[in-house]
């Protein structure tokens, strides 16, 4: 009896709580309340080019407004892209960010300005991500070219110079003991713009900059510095001074690969880092 009364029991149990789940017994919920928190809201993106149309020798500011409920001011960060363009990731303040778009990087045309929000975490539950877009039209201008090389010009570093990579629109990055340097041309003549150095840990570690390359994106930048292994940058970041290097170690410090090229994939997928001693 003791058995079946315990099998019994079960069995109304099981039944019990069947039917409280399907008729909502035992609850004060009000029979059809959805309940739950209201999705996120899709906010309001706004692209303001700061010219009406620019040449490929001119820079171009950009104003990012994101607005949403009236509740709330969305907090995160944007990105400003085109073509193979791409800014650094722009904090919003007050809902806005602005960003200068270096001269040479919009192609000839009628080119798109697309900005991708992304919520921080604490706006994350009130807006989702969204995007907003502007036309401008950009029309070919003079070459922005380094000044011509000769015995008498002489540009000394910062610090012991191991490469220099020029890009398209005139700037030219340096390679050096101490860090990245940038130079751009001012009236004609190529002018330090600032030096972005590797942190002091990095440079503890015996870190330097060895050879520098243009990923296939056109977008960023690496390099081998030595001993902690190889750097990565956005390239319009760092031609304003405003960029910071994403390292990716090669191995124990203590091992010493010697990092020196980066290769990139067309595809953009696979990155090989050529080592002096062939040990990472």
Do not use: H
Not at 9 to 37: K, Q
Not at 145 to 160: E, F, I, K, N, Q
Not at 233 to 247: E, K
Request: aromatic share 6%; with cysteine.
């Amino acid at each position: 009896m003791t058995g079946a009364f315990g099998v019994g029991r079960l069995v109304r149990g099981i039944f019990c709580i069947a039917t409280c789940a399907a008729m909502g017994c035992g609850g004060s919920s009000t029979a059809g309340s959805t309940g739950g928190s209201a999705p996120p809201v899709t906010p309001t993106v706004t692209v303001t080019p700061g010219a009406s149309s620019v040449t490929t020798a001119q820079t171009l500011t950009v104003t990012v407004s994101v607005a949403g409920s009236s509740a709330s001011t969305p907090a995160g960060t944007v990105v400003v892209s085109s073509g193979s363009y791409a800014s650094a990731q722009l904090t919003l303040s007050g809902g806005s960010a602005m960003v200068t778009v270096p001269a040479g990087l919009l192609v000839v045309g009628s080119d798109t300005l697309t900005a991708s929000y992304t919520p921080e975490t604490a706006s994350a539950g009130t807006y989702s991500s969204a995007t907003g877009n502007a036309v401008v039209p950009v029309g070919a201008g003079a070459a922005v070219l380094p000044p011509t090389m000769g015995a008498s010009l002489v540009l000394p570093t910062a610090s012991a110079p191991f490469q220099a990579l020029p890009a398209a629109n005139g700037t030219v990055f340096v390679g050096e003991a101490n860090g990245l340097e940038v130079f751009a041309p001012v009236a004609g003549v190529l002018t330090s713009q600032c030096v972005l150095p590797l942190t002091s840990t990095l440079e503890s570690e015996g870190g330097q900059w060895a050879e520098l390359e243009f990923l296939p994106n056109g977008v960023d930048l690496a390099g081998g510095i030595e001993t902690p292994g190889a750097a990565f940058y956005n390239a319009s970041a760092a031609a304003t001074c405003t960029g910071t290097p994403f390292v990716v170690s090669q191995g124990p410090v203590s091992a010493d690969e010697g990092s020196q090229a980066v290769a990139v994939t067309p595809n953009g997928k696979f990155a090989f880092v050529s080592n002096e001693y062939g040990v990472a």
